[in-house]
């Protein structure tokens, strides 16, 4: 019922009509009436098979990976289309509109409250995060690159920091099974200008590596990039020990990985990871080193330990030893024994105690990540160091880039997870809080009164993780510190003293706990929450890092390059047993005395820092979608992309929206379609606030508010106001019920006269075929019976040979004929000089035809006048006519009523004989033929004989030109 819907209901769209906006045409989808889940994913589905990727929600930019290249949408051009722009409304969406929006933000509040501006980049492994914080980067540069370069600024610095990616990448991300690329890491980058809005230096700082894959992948996965690089482009393979990739426990574990190796492209990365190294800054003998403890790492993994009851030893040879030793530059025999005995000290004393074999490959394992995660940090500090600030002016503005892990769930949940989905948590609360503060920014552009709306956020599941001394992370540092704290001892504590509906625990013994995140339920299984929360380093191992010859290796571990107990060290690296004694007293006193903090405390710390330093800034959120995991093009699914808004927050807009006024029709929208409540369905009141006013008072509606240009609705009034409305489209259906009634009936009764006539043709039709099968059935059975009289080898015989012709005169006539072809007049003597001298269509009957000429013989005429005679006759009318091309006749029979007149060719023969072509019957003369054909049908399935000659019309004689020829 059309008509009946169009009362009530939203327009927004009517196909068809001008001035109404289409799916996938709205750029901001808060611009939406009504902005529903449902909604989000439509708009988001029809723009993504359009090839536009991104859209606004607010000014919140979507940009779901597109897994292909889209024709110019990054180049020059769109960078001059988004520089300055007025407003995010001025272009189309885009990335690069987000970056030019913070620049003006930065630039236009130099002296207002929020100066600073920060973009948080969120998403899924695959999502597109990385290229997003790249673009918006890289645009940033090109807007302060117009304003030219900063006084005491670092030479080439924006190079610098474009170029730093690859260095960055390949230490930080690595291949999972959701992402080829996929960083391993969060990342906060921040760009200082100083109030010319130059670029004076950049500060990186990194959360969180995932440390654990340098020891394991899961299949399909691998290493960090570098392992694979580093192979592949370095020359001097003995200088650090390398020698097959497939020989090194840490990268073994993926045979593609090994095999891409030696690809182009991978020994293009290598090149692109010295040339950043260049120009940032690095110096040759850093890289070495560096290289020379990524080396150290691999040979560490390949330490094999065997054990035998309580005491652990060492299975590998001793040369893999040595090129553990000689890449750290440590004594190797200290370095032996810390693998394997631990030293404990007791009242004053210390005792050397052996490891298990579990403990010892435990020991060995978390070394292995702890010189990496050291390594990785090492970087970003030298990073900062050569890319930071050189001024220490403290006038500056910045803008910060957050390219951060999403959401994690996975079979197996522990505390990394735990962590990485605090975090979201974290800035979800962000999120949630820029959200409210956009709808209530909404409102006073209205005029809306919005203090009475609530919104409900997170704070009470951050308080059940953060809180202090009773929250999850703090009973587990609790416990970290306890000596005989175990995993389910820490269990026992959060059931104890954590209830909340946020918090469930099975009801059997699985040592699990269930979190109600924002983004779904995440179970965590505690097996090795707290040695992950403790992260403690075996103290001999400690010792020997710290006696390395290795100045960077020993930095990162704490040491001092000239310490005192190095003036004794034997060997390479130095660390005879008296130097590793004292080495280990100092790390265990310096151990003590810092009261080592928890993984949990420090990641903690990070992100109370990180959240403060956001909350002083004005906030872009760029959310990453990935809508398949099969990477491919043109592919988008609906309950894959539902998923990940719901992980990045975005439904959280349309849920805030449900709790306060959902519904924001604009006055004229409004006024259209519920008009009806108040006013008459003909009249037309302006689009007023007062109109509307009048039509909510009188539908009883309560609660809502009327802006300037729109009507603020809560999610109730709209079955409030459809219920309103409801008697006017049943009366509408109604009407439109009867008048379809009439429609259909005048329809149906033109429909059966069409039919009534269709029938009559068809009957028509088919009685023709009917008489046209009949008359083939005759014609068949008359040749039938005419086969049946011939001898058995008729069709055997051979043709028998033309008879020439005798007639001298028709000889000759012939002969030019067939070398000009026949004319007119040719024919005309033909008949005068051969035929008439034979009699052919003379009469000896004085009551014949013309001048002595049977009343059916006629001279030279056409086909077409032939018919015109015949047709003023009765069937069964003939003529017989000269032809005017040929030496011959043509005989016309009109046979049947309807007009249908049958025209046959009569031949002369070579010996003067006279056929019907196509009978086999030959005849003496014409009148012979005639006659004979008077009485015989000329085919046996004509209707009649040659009945009445057709003659001549009077006034017109058509033989005048054969007799006086």
């Known amino acids: 019922m059309a008509a009946a819907m169009s009362i009530g209901a939203p327009t927004d769209f009517k196909r068809g009509i001008k001035n109404t906006i289409a799916p996938g045409d709205t750029d901001n989808l808060t611009d939406l009436e009504n902005l529903t889940e449902d909604q989000l994913l439509l708009e988001l ?205 840490l990268i073994n574990n993926n045979e593609d990985a090994i095999s891409e190796i030696t690809l182009p492209r991978t020994k293009t990365m290598w090149s692109e990871l010295n040339k950043c190294f260049n120009v940032v800054g690095f110096t040759e003998m850093e890289t070495q080193s560096l290289f020379h403890v990524l080396a150290g790492v691999l040979h560490l993994g390949d330490v094999e330990i065997g054990g035998e009851g309580e005491n652990a030893y060492l299975v590998s040879a001793d040369e893999i030893l040595r090129k553990v030793s000689e890449q750290f530059q440590i004594n190797m025999a200290p370095f032996q024994e810390a693998l394997v005995v631990q030293t404990i000290t007791t009242r004053g004393e210390s005792v050397a105690r ?168 995440v179970t965590y299984d505690v097996e090795g929450f707290l040695d992950k929360n403790r992260d403690t380093l075996a103290v001999d191992l400690v010792a020997v890092m710290r006696l390395s010859g290795l100045p960077i290796l020993e930095e990162l571990f704490g040491g001092t390059t000239d310490s005192k107990d190095k003036k004794g060290k034997k060997g390479r690296g130095g660390g005879d047993k008296l ?16 009261n080592k903090q928890t993984l949990a405390a420090i990641f903690k710390g990070s992100l109370a820092s990180l959240i403060a330093e956001m909350n002083m800034c004005t906030p872009q959120f760029v959310r990453c979608i990935k809508p398949n995991l099969e990477k491919a093009p043109n592919l988008f699914k609906l309950e894959m992309v539902t998923k990940q808004l719901r ?89 439109q019920t009867a008048a379809r009634c009439f429609v259909a009936r005048t329809q149906l009764k033109d429909l059966l006269a069409a039919k009534r006539r269709q029938d009559e043709l068809m009957a028509s039709f088919f009685n023709k075929c009917h008489r046209a099968c009949d008359t083939k059935y005759e014609e068949l059975k008359v040749l039938s019976e005419e086969d049946s009289t011939r001898p058995p080898d008729f069709f055997e015989r051979k043709a028998k040979a033309a008879k020439s012709i005798k007639n001298k005169t028709m000889k000759r006539m012939q002969k030019q004929g067939n070398k000009k072809g026949i004319s007119r007049a040719q024919s005309v003597k033909w008949f005068k000089e051969v035929e008439m001298t034979k009699g052919a269509g003379q009469s000896d009957d ?43 006749y043509s005989l016309s029979h009109y046979i049947e009523d309807g007009g249908r007149i049958k025209h046959y060719m009569i031949d002369v023969l070579g010996d003067g004989q006279y056929q019907v072509v196509g009978n086999a019957k030959l005849f003496s003369s014409l009148n012979e033929l005639v006659g004979f054909h008077q009485r015989h049908r000329i085919v046996a399935t004509d209707p009649v004989c040659l009945i009445e000659p057709c003659g001549q019309v009077a006034g017109h004689d058509d033989l005048e030109e054969i007799k006086n020829a």
Not at 424 to 444: D, K, P, R, T, V
């Open 354 to 521: 052996h490891y298990k074999q579990a403990d010892a490959e435990d020991a060995r394992d978390a070394l292995c990540k702890a010189i990496y995660e050291k390594l990785f940090s090492w970087i970003f500090k030298r990073v900062n160091e050569l890319l930071g600030p050189k001024s220490k002016s403290m006038e500056y503005s910045t803008i910060s880039i957050l390219d951060i892990f999403g959401f994690e769930v996975f079979d197996s949940n522990s505390l990394e997870q735990l962590l990485i989905n605090l975090a979201n948590e974290q800035l979800q609360a962000f999120f949630n809080s820029h959200i409210f503060e956009m709808e209530l920014a909404e409102y006073a552009k209205e005029g809306i009164d919005g203090t009475v709306i609530e919104f409900s956020d997170n704070s009470e599941l951050l308080a059940l993780l953060l809180g202090k001394p009773i929250g999850l992370l703090a009973l587990a540092d609790e416990e970290a510190r306890v000596p005989q704290g175990t995993d389910i001892t820490m269990l026992g504590k959060l059931k104890m003293h954590l209830k909340s509906v946020s918090l469930t625990y099975p009801r059997g013994d699985d040592p699990v706990f269930t979190i109600n995140h924002y983004a779904g339920n």
């Open 45 to 249: 589905t029809v723009r993504y098979k359009a090839d536009v990727i991104y859209t606004y929600v607010g000014d919140i930019l979507c940009a779901v990976n597109p897994f292909k290249s889209i024709p110019g949408m990054y180049e020059e051009s769109k960078r001059k289309a988004y520089s300055g722009m007025a407003g995010l409304s001025d272009q189309p969406p885009h990335i690069f509109a987000s970056a030019d929006s913070a620049f003006s933000s930065m630039v236009n509040n130099l002296k207002g409250e929020k100066p600073n501006q920060v973009c948080v980049i969120s998403g899924e492994s695959g999502a597109g995060k990385t290229e997003s914080a790249k673009l918006f980067l890289r645009h940033i540069i090109h807007l302060s690159n117009k304003s030219g370069v900063a006084e005491g600024a670092v030479g080439g610095l924006e190079d610098k920091i474009i170029d730093l990616n690859p260095l960055l990448e390949a230490f930080g991300n690595a291949q999972t099974l959701m992402n080829d690329n996929s960083s391993r890491f969060g990342k906060f980058t921040e760009l200082r200008f100083d109030f010319e809005q130059h670029i004076t230096g950049a500060i990186i700082r990194e959360y969180l590596l995932e440390k654990s894959r340098v020891i394991s992948q899961c299949d399909g996965e691998r290493n960090f990039h570098i392992f694979y690089i580093f192979f592949a482009g370095i020359e001097d393979k003995e200088k650090f020990g390398l020698d097959d990739p497939m020989e090194h426990r």
């Open 647 to 735: 992980y990045t927050g975005m439904l959280e807009t349309t849920r805030i929206r449900k709790e306060g006024y959902s519904h924001r029709p604009t006055f004229t929208d409004f006024i259209n379609r519920y008009k009806v409540i108040a006013f008459g369905l003909n009249t037309q009141p302006p689009a007023t606030a007062q109109s509307c006013q009048a039509i909510l008072a009188r539908s009883g509606c309560k609660g809502w508010q009327v802006g300037k240009t729109k009507v603020f609705l809560r999610y109730f009034h709209m079955a409030e106001l459809a219920q309103t409305l409801l008697p006017y489209p049943t009366a509408a259906g109604h009407i």
């Open 579 to 594: 130097a590793l004694r004292k080495s280990v007293k100092k790390v265990k006193r310096e151990m003590d005395k810092a």
């Open 846 to 888: 004085a009551g014949g035809g013309s001048d002595g000429f049977e009343a059916w013989f006629h001279g030279i005429i056409s086909r077409k006048d032939s018919e015109v005679l015949l047709l003023t006759k009765s069937p069964g009318a003939f003529l017989v006519r000269v032809s005017e091309t040929r030496f011959g």
